[in-house]
């Protein structure tokens, strides 16, 4: 397969289309999160379907004093990877193809979700995320997009958008990919120097951490509620040696502290420790946030939630999320449903928080 470059959206809207059109948008700097989210694009689209890959490093995304300049472009490596993940058409508009009159005037509003987290750090970034996928979902006219959910609450907004304005497109998640250290996979990443990607990885030891605190938790609480406090069951475990691990359960269960405020004290505890490293990790936020709104969470909350953490690194400012459950025991290993986060693994109950879990190979994509 010879892969198309498409520079207008005349060449793009004179293209043949046959069957669904899947849309993969990225600002370049193509890696192995996003070849991931180009083959999950080819599985849906199917054979008889395309693959549409947009690059637009889009300057309505960038505030003052960040990396606009300084963003890595890559076009003929980015062609490369597109066309091995099994793209069909690169479309690689200029600034002026995309925005004719200049910055435009009439945006995408990001609304109360847009000024929370990244939006709070990045005043103004989600409107210009807003607008240029609103354009790009008009010029390529997909069935279906496929986004990363390393950048939780951009898809949480995406999806959103197309709902509340009728769209009429699938928005689809990829999990992150990881590299084999733990650390999310970005194009960021090659500005960190070794000191400073080791420093960098409290981010996703802080994720896990917390993760693990939580499935114990849940690990003990569901032991507890299985044992019946009845005389006849207590016998029983008694005669085969398990009174103790039952009491134990319980004991736990009920004075530990649990929830959502143990899984924030667990993975700030690690970034406490990572900003006393040399170089320092200098954290912008922790949050446990619902995934529809992105508000905090309260310690009776119930169903799916986003942990997610922003810090940087010298200059190099970094994000990653994991999904957490709350008070839904059968989600333990089950499959999340569309757009929720994804599940996690069992974990012994004995946890250290400053080792990530022995699987960190990678899950899906990162845009």
Known sequence: MTITLLRTAGELHARARNGRRAVVMTMGALHEGHATLIRSAREIAGRDGEVVVTLFVNPLQFGEGEDLDRYPRTLDADLKIAEQAGADAVFAPSVEEVYPGGRPQVRISAGPMGERLEGASRPGHFDGMLTVVAKLLHLTRPDTALYGQKDAQQLALIRRMARDLNFGVEIVGVPTVREHDGLALSSRNRYLSPDERRTALALSRALFAGRDRHAAQEALRARAREVPS????????????????????????????????AVRATARMVLDEAARLDPPLAVDYLALVDPSDFTEIADDFTGEAVLAVAARVGTTRLIDNIPLSFGVPESLGAVASPGAPEPFEAVPESVDPHTPPASHAPHGAAS
């Open 230 to 261: 009845t005389h006849a069951r207590a016998e029983a475990l008694s005669a085969i040696g398990e009174s103790r691990a039952a009491a134990d359960a319980n004991a736990v269960a009920k004075a530990a502290p649990g929830g959502p405020a």
